[in-house]
């Protein structure tokens, strides 16, 4: 079924099969740039099925010069290449269509066929009519057959039936036939070969049978094992749209395009692909944002659910940033585009989500393998059934029922569906609770965590710190550090920041950021000035510098000696002591490492119930302490957004930072989560470990599976039609299953590790709520 059937052709995706290659400069414009000389093209090739395809082209693309590495998503038949374009762009991608072509994988641009409607899923439905149609008609006949008819009725009940499951074989086996064809044609084997091999030599005997005026033909096995085979390939295609609904959810927030103002004043509607930085599109009320933007006029209420999760409209006037995919609800605006539309924050997040279910996790690898060599093995076994019949008993005809069975029932698509499946729907999971992925494999990481570090500033805290101290501080010194700390990201330059009046009175400051230090800022007289630690801003001469106790502080010096100290508080993050509850049920230890000081660290792991903390740690610090708990056997999870956190981030066994996170700790996390609650966090391993569980649970399906039906077919237990209905019902169980982790269910019951916490929990109310 389904690890053959993802990627079958219908009639329409044929159609698009027979379309001519994308050249190589529309290849070129539709790429995107991903730094240090590299390039990113997105491909639809229809003709991926299973391991063996992914196997094949994911090997032997990155054979042709300057291509990096292919990767491939069999949900979405998808395949991004990435290829050097330091060197002849245009070749590259000239030799890389004719290798798509050479492998016998035509492949298409985003946006044919493939993604107008489901082309694919009406046309499995009108062949499972057909063959449904003619099972039942050649079924009456056969039942007619089967209560005594005499010879001469006999033979013309299975003419009649010989003449109605020919079109219907024709018709609706074409979804197999066609993709085997192909792929011998190649010179390869794909898992539609056995069961086209099956289906045809079904029929050939019954015609065979007729044909001799033999008492016993078998039309009705054959049209009916094409219907259940064809039944359990369109109930795999609905199962698969319905665990992608999060994608196509999410593709669906963005418009097709929006209206240009040009400079004259006119409107032009333009194409979203057509919309570059830099132009001003008009936004009226009710439409989604298409690209990320800034506005230049007007003022509205925004919903920004998609972003931070938050239902509660948001103001935004002049000035204010607009990611693609938010809502306008109220007034008009007036937006400049920042991005295009391949590099805005939607796309990003749709990205995210298909590598979520594409990434080679451990699992995933596993059973690519087993589906890879299925196709040589299934083809000895059913040779070496029929050759052990004929030596047993000496009849062909049951020897040939009996090897078609095995070409039949050893389809190990249940294998083939036991890894993707589960990380499609918890990539979904996790996205509808403002979770992405941006690695399949790192969920499989996640579920391995036992250890959480949390970063303070921005992540356990909201990254929104208050001066408390502005009415005390000196005037000029607020202005000069107001101006200094513009060019910094970290949330206490930020607030800073918003003091910055425009004075033109201020020198033009050279300034180098050092992080998880501070800013130093020389005027063009030579004067050095420094925002930060205070060890940082004071050259490391701290002694008798009074530290404020329970707020952060920021130093500000000139040429070494001390100018002002500003104080900050700020509020812990929503949902952070929950978060670590809910951590401590599932088993998993907490720690904060913070560069702030020791007082407010220590309030704050206080008020939050962590118990070990760290102050004072410099960003080699915080890399320094993961190595350490990675050697001690740890598999600690990070979490940080800052610019120093992302060595840290990528240290880790796995990372996660929120969206507000700095784009290089964005970069370098495993997840990104949108929303303000630090729940996500338990969330997250939660997720990851139900999906860990269920992938188990159907590799064991998919192996008790073989061990029962592969011997009762090699045996002669089970009749080609009895194999069909086994091999579908087998991949629909391994679906069915992992659906599963669409229910919603609570915490504690992945917490089993911690009982005795887990009901503590409970009590108290924290009501987190997970898929299951």
């Not at 330091?86 to 000239?94: F, G, I, K, W």
């Not at 094992?225 to 999060?246: I, P, Q, Y």
């Not at 509020?571 to 000081?597: K, M, N, W, Y």
Request: hydrophobic share 50%; net charge negative.
């Amino acid at each position: 079924m389904s690890c053959c059937a993802a990627g079958t052709e219908s009639a329409a995706e044929l159609e698009a099969l027979k379309t001519e290659a994308p050249s190589a400069e529309e290849m070129w414009l539709s790429s995107r740039r991903l730094g240090e000389g590299l390039r990113q093209v997105d491909l639809i090739v229809p003709g991926v099925h299973c391991g063996a395809c992914i196997a094949l082209l994911e090997r032997e693309l990155p054979k042709l010069s300057n291509v990096d590495h292919a990767r491939v998503n069999l949900s979405t038949r998808r395949v991004a290449v990435v290829f050097d374009d330091s060197d002849h762009p245009e070749t590259v991608l000239t030799a890389l269509g004719e290798k798509f072509n050479a492998l016998g994988y035509p492949a298409h641009l985003p946006g044919g066929a493939d993604e107008a409607g489901d082309p694919a899923f009406r046309e499995l439905l009108k062949a499972l009519a057909v063959a449904g149609f003619a099972s039942m008609n050649v079924m009456l006949l056969s039942v007619s057959v089967w209560s005594g008819a005499e010879a001469a009725t006999r033979d013309l009940f299975h003419w009649i039936s010989a003449l109605i499951a020919a079109p219907a074989l024709v018709y609706s086996g074409r979804v197999f036939f066609v993709s085997a064809w192909g792929a011998l044609r190649h010179g390869r084997a794909n898992m539609d070969v056995p069961i086209s091999l099956g289906v045809i030599l079904a029929y050939a005997i019954s015609l065979f049978e007729t044909i001799t005026h033999g008492e016993h033909a078998y039309f009705d096995a054959s049209v009916t094992l094409l219907f259940f085979l064809l039944a359990g390939r369109t109930l795999d295609h609905m199962m698969r749209e319905k665990a992608r609904s999060a994608v196509r959810n999410l593709v669906r927030l963005s418009p097709r395009g929006a209206m240009l103002i040009k400079d004259d004043g006119s409107r032009e509607y333009l194409a979203l692909d057509e919309i570059e930085p830099g132009m001003r599109l008009a936004i009226a009320p009710g439409d989604r944002i298409p690209v990320d933007g800034r506005i230049v006029s007007g003022r509205s209420d925004m919903d920004f659910a998609l972003v931070n999760g938050e239902s509660a409209p948001q103001l935004v006037e002049a000035g204010s940033l607009a990611p693609a995919g938010t809502l306008n609800l109220t007034g008009p605006l007036v937006l400049e585009a920042t991005r295009s539309a391949q590099n805005s924050f939607l796309a990003e997040m749709v990205s995210m989500m298909e590598a979520a279910e594409s990434g080679r996790a451990g699992y995933r690898r596993i059973a690519d393998r087993a589906s890879a060599i299925y196709a040589p093995v299934v083809h000895l076994l059913a040779l070496a059934t029929f050759i052990g019949w004929m030596v047993v008993s000496g009849d062909w005809r049951m020897a040939m029922l009996s090897a078609v069975a095995v070409l039949i029932i050893t389809c190990p698509c249940a294998l083939g569906l036991a890894v993707p499946v589960v990380q499609v729907i918890a990539a979904g999971r996790l996205f509808e609770n403002g979770i992405m992925v941006k690695d399949g494999s790192a969920m499989e990481r996640m579920a391995q965590t036992d250890h959480v570090v949390f970063d303070k500033t921005g992540t356990l805290t909201q990254g929104r710190p208050q001066l408390i101290n502005s009415a005390s501080v000196d005037g000029e010194h607020l202005r000069i550090a107001a101006r200094i700390a513009r060019a910094s990201r970290h949330p206490l330059s930020r607030t800073l920041a918003a003091f910055d009046q425009g004075a033109h009175d201020l020198p033009d400051f050279d300034i180098v950021e050092s992080p998880g230090d501070g800013v130093e800022a020389t005027a063009p007289d030579g004067v050095v000035y420094r925002l930060g630690r205070s060890a940082f801003a004071l050259d490391g001469q701290t002694e008798g510098f009074e530290r404020a106790t329970g707020s952060s502080q920021v130093v500000l010096s000139r040429n070494g000696r001390i100018l002002d100290v500003f104080l900050f508080s700020d509020q812990a993050r929503r949902g952070a002591a929950q978060a670590v509850a809910s951590l401590t049920a599932l088993g998993v230890d907490a720690e904060i490492l913070s560069g702030d000081r020791e007082a407010p660290v220590k309030a704050l792991a206080a008020e939050l119930g962590v118990t070990q903390y760290v102050a004072g740690v410099r960003p080699r610090g915080k890399v320094d302490r993961v190595q350490a708990l990675a050697a001690a056997g740890g598999k600690p999870l990070m979490v940080g957004d800052g610019l120093n956190d992302a060595p840290a981030l990528s240290a880790a066994h796995v990372s996660m930072a929120p969206a507000s996170a700095a784009d290089v700790g964005r970069m370098a996390a495993d997840f990104v989560f949108l929303h303000d609650s630090l729940e996500a966090v338990p969330l997250a391993i939660a997720v990851s470990r139900k999906a860990g569980s269920l992938i188990r649970q159907n590799f064991a399906l998919a192996i008790i599976y073989n061990c029962v039906a592969v011997p009762a077919a090699v045996l002669g237990h089970a009749t080609p039609l009895i194999a069909a209905l086994a091999m579908s019902s087998s991949s629909i169980l391994v679906v069915l299953n992992s659906l599963r982790l669409r229910r919603k269910t609570k915490v504690e019951s992945f917490a089993r590790q911690a009982p005795s916490q887990v009901s503590a929990l409970s009590a108290s109310g924290t009501g987190l709520e997970v898929s299951a």
